[in-house]
């Protein structure tokens, strides 16, 4: 059995737009890129500051450890 394949032609793509119109949009694109990249490095640099504190370190340590006794617990169970 032959498999037919359709060709779809999109009068609106890339190739056919002028560099006018699509310039633009790739300016807007880079921008909206660099905007969110600067505040995801600055909320990554202020959530750095807070789980660099003592007690934030201690919990997640504290909550890892317990997340792990757990797994570990519930792997010895279901072994026979």
Do not use: I, K, N
Not at 13 to 24: D, F, H, I, T
Not at 34 to 41: E, F, I, K, P
């Amino acid at each position: 059995m032959a498999h037919s394949h359709a060709t779809v032609s999109c009068p609106t793509s890339p190739a056919a737009a002028p560099v006018w119109q699509v310039l633009p949009l790739a300016l807007s694109h880079a921008l909206l890129s660099l905007a969110y990249l600067t505040l995801l490095v600055a909320g990554l640099h202020r959530a750095r500051r807070v789980f660099a504190r003592r007690g934030v370190r201690r919990a997640l340590d504290t909550g890892t450890g317990l997340a792990l006794l757990g797994f570990g617990t519930r792997l010895a169970a279901e072994s026979p």
